[in-house]
């Protein structure tokens, strides 16, 4: 079982940096051990910083400090309206320079991945390795998309054909998501899911990491949680076969969110990477009852291995 955060609970334990060069705010809240080995962690979407709640217990106990900002327009952090996905890494730069690290690693969990493969990409000489769980893969280039929850391919026709109704739908949205009935709703919704996933989020801890940082997300704005959606409709601006640094990919069999088949394509076009398959793993699942694993794994993993 999956134990609460108590010297950073919630938005208690929010920081915050002003970006040198842009002036923008950005808010992180840290988890583990404060004298740990430096993990950047990237949330998953819609999503904020406090998911990282998720790291905690295993974090402490593997002596790894967890490090996870909100991205820009979420929760705490500033927007930025015109952003894309290279954006990132000049971001977390700043982040990891505020804190006086000159290497790390990171941690991304389901729409965080494109943030860490991006700064890998962006960062060889910073990056030391990363581990991606449940990961996003890069939507535009995939040339069939029936191994996406079918929620994400309306979004994606939506997305193209009919941008502005997409938008009046994430503005109708937020003010229901953003309640804290929301979340109550969410734990009666916990039947629908398949059997692995819904037995994980039963778990109080594991459900407020991933559904009140939701909620958390919504709250700040619903143009931060669309224009960060939006970014997965994108092509990422660089290539997957130019991320050299150790990735340690896991995904479930079971995942309907994004398929292992799909995960499958993106570890083969990665130079260096393993790829961990987890049976009777979800999307939820495998994040939440692998975090102890996911997190030795990659403080283990050496540069350029």
Request: aromatic letters at 8%; a positive charge; one cysteine or more.
């Amino acid at each position: 079982m999956l134990q609460r955060n108590k010297a950073n609970p919630g938005e208690n334990g929010l920081s915050l940096l002003t970006i040198p060069a842009t002036g923008q705010r950005l808010a992180f809240i840290e988890y583990g051990d404060p004298q740990g080995v430096p993990v950047i962690f990237c949330h998953g979407w819609p999503s904020s910083a406090t998911m990282g709640e998720l790291t905690d217990a295993a974090a402490k106990e593997l002596g790894v400090r967890i490090i996870s900002p909100d991205r820009p327009g979420i929760s705490a952090s500033a927007l930025a309206p015109d952003r894309q996905l290279r954006d990132w890494p000049p971001v977390a730069e700043a982040l990891a320079d505020h804190l006086g690290l000159s290497r790390f690693r990171m941690l991304a969990i389901s729409g965080g991945a494109p943030y860490a493969y991006v700064t890998a990409w962006a960062m060889p000489s910073r990056v030391s390795a990363i581990a991606v769980a449940s990961g996003a893969p890069p939507i535009a280039e995939l040339r069939d998309q029936s191994g996406l929850l079918p929620l994400y391919r309306w979004m994606m026709a939506l997305h193209g054909r009919f941008p502005r109704l997409l938008r009046t739908g994430f503005r109708a949205t937020r003010p229901f998501v953003s309640m804290k009935t929301s979340v109550h709703l969410a734990r009666k919704l916990l039947r629908m899911l398949q059997p692995c996933d819904a037995e994980a989020l039963r778990d109080s801890v594991a459900f407020d990491a991933c559904f009140e940082s939701q909620r958390r997300a919504w709250r700040g704005s619903a143009l931060g949680v669309m224009l960060d959606a939006q970014i997965y409709a994108q092509p990422w601006g660089f290539r997957l076969e130019d991320v050299t640094v150790p990735v340690r990919l896991w995904h479930g069999i079971k995942d309907r969110t994004f398929s292992y088949r799909i995960a499958e394509e993106v570890a083969q076009r990665l130079p260096n990477c393993t790829a961990r398959f987890v049976d009777n793993a979800g999307h939820y699942s495998l994040p939440i009852r692998n975090m102890h694993k996911i997190l030795k794994d990659l403080i283990e993993t050496n540069d350029r291995k």
